[in-house]
């Protein structure tokens, strides 16, 4: 792992701790990822995770398994591994970590956010797509290229493509148009083929005193501000969800690191300027960091998804026998009806219970050779949608049946 990378990430979010905290509780986006930094510290949970390859390695690496799940689908991932976890905590003495609702969120967050900060890309890589997309044809690199677009070296003040993809953007009506009438095809990136070619930048640039220039951290909720104020969501629909001419960006986004998305929106920027010139709308254009705040709101989206189906919900409570023992009806309950239990009341707070409680449920699951129910894709939220849903009276919660153990080993 770049250590540069990882102290970009850790100063940045350092840095905005105060105005990211105070934008996010104004927004819909729950959490603070620079709170679940601090509590990702203090309670020891960086002695068995780490974080692009800083810290502990007897559990994954949160920077890895974070992109495009929702929050409820991570918080089902790290349920899915608390039998592990309470078996390495006793051995090694450790304390079970606890958290309040709004700490959980937080830390989920953090896990989520980190992956907004891409590893460096392949300088090497990097030189073969400038070359091969005829990107060396108009602009050079530390002396060496065409004289027909700008100098690129610049860019070399960055680890992120980020700035680099806000420049292409803005210029690309006219960048386009060049290339039409000069016949040099328009070049599309897939993968992490931006981050390469801002490595080669940084590699091959001229430019002095190369110091990396830490931007301030990309935030969401001022990118989903942007979003509107733009114009996209003339096309793309509020909160991006999409519309008859333009895709829904919840799934065109769906895992993508953000060099990838800075690729996917300059990909389509052609048709987008076409579309929007024909409707008299002009080509927006962004300041800053505020492209990277715009692609944090896009990275966000799957993120913050809710809802939920009550009735798989119930199917879910029924095959995963979680009603044996959070029921009203059996002669010596396990655990509390969950019909009535105040931890159903928001969508975080089934999982909250569930994490502080794993420890005592995992020894009674050993004791009586239950499996451990585990949760994949939206089970979890579908799950709580059903809690919610419940009538707050006695016996609101279905009679299991004798079916088969559920043997789902979810997210691994």
């Known amino acids: 792992m770049n250590s540069h990378l990882l102290l970009a990430t850790f100063a940045?979010?350092?840095?905005?701790a105060g105005p990211l905290a105070q934008a996010q509780s104004a927004s819909s986006f729950a959490?603070?990822?620079?709170?679940?930094?601090?509590i990702f510290l203090e309670r020891g949970c960086v002695r068995c995770h780490s974080i692009w390859g800083n810290g502990g390695t007897l559990g994954p690496d949160f920077a890895i398994v974070g992109a495009g799940r929702s929050m409820q689908q991570l918080a089902g991932l790290f349920w899915n591994h608390t039998p592990r976890m309470s078996e390495t905590v006793r051995r090694r003495g450790f304390q079970w970590a606890t958290f309040t609702e709004a700490e959980l969120a937080d830390i989920i967050s953090y896990i989520y956010y980190v992956k907004l900060f891409d590893e460096p890309g392949d300088p090497?890589?990097?030189?073969?797509?400038?070359?091969s997309k005829r990107c060396v044809e108009c602009h050079s690199v530390g002396g060496s290229g065409g004289r027909i677009g700008p100098a690129l070296d610049k860019y070399a003040r960055y680890v992120a493509p980020i700035m680099l993809a806000e420049?292409?953007?803005?210029?690309?009506?006219?960048m386009q148009a060049r290339q039409q009438a000069t016949g040099v095809p328009i070049p599309t990136f897939q993968g992490?083929?931006?981050?390469?070619?801002?490595?080669?930048?940084?590699?091959?640039?001229?430019l002095r005193g190369r110091d990396i220039v830490f931007l301030q951290a990309p935030n969401p909720a001022s990118g989903e501000r942007l979003f509107t104020a733009k114009g996209c969501g003339r096309c793309h629909g509020s909160g991006g969800r999409g519309t008859s001419v333009a895709p829904d960006l919840r799934s065109a986004t769906l895992r993508l690191r953000v060099s990838e998305i800075a690729g996917v929106l300059w990909n389509h920027s052609f048709q987008m300027s076409a579309a929007m010139q024909a409707q008299g709308v002009t080509f927006p254009q962004f300041l800053g960091t505020e492209m990277a705040?715009?692609?944090?709101?896009?990275?966000?989206?799957?993120?913050?998804?809710?809802?939920?189906d009550p009735k798989a919900g119930e199917r879910v409570l029924l095959r995963k026998g979680c009603s044996s023992c959070h029921a009203p009806w059996t002669t010596s309950p396990i655990g509390p009806d969950l019909s009535s239990s105040k931890a159903i009341q928001t969508p975080l707070g089934l999982a909250t219970a569930m994490w502080n409680h794993a420890p005592a449920m995992f020894t009674i699951t050993q004791s009586q050779n239950v499996e451990w129910p585990r949760f994949e894709g939206d089970e979890m939220r579908d799950l709580s949608a059903y809690l919610q849903a419940l009538p707050r009276t006695s016996r609101a919660l279905p009679v299991p049946t004798r079916t088969a153990p559920d043997t789902s080993r979810g997210d691994r």
């Open 167 to 174: 420049g292409m953007w803005n210029h690309g009506p006219a």
């Open 293 to 308: 705040d715009v692609i944090a709101f896009l990275y966000y989206l799957r993120f913050m998804e809710a809802g939920g």
């Open 192 to 206: 992490r083929e931006m981050a390469d070619i801002q490595a080669f930048i940084r590699r091959a640039s001229s």
């Open 124 to 131: 090497d890589l990097g030189e073969q797509w400038f070359r």
């Open 12 to 16: 940045a979010l350092q840095l905005v």
């Open 31 to 38: 959490g603070n990822p620079a709170n679940g930094r601090r």
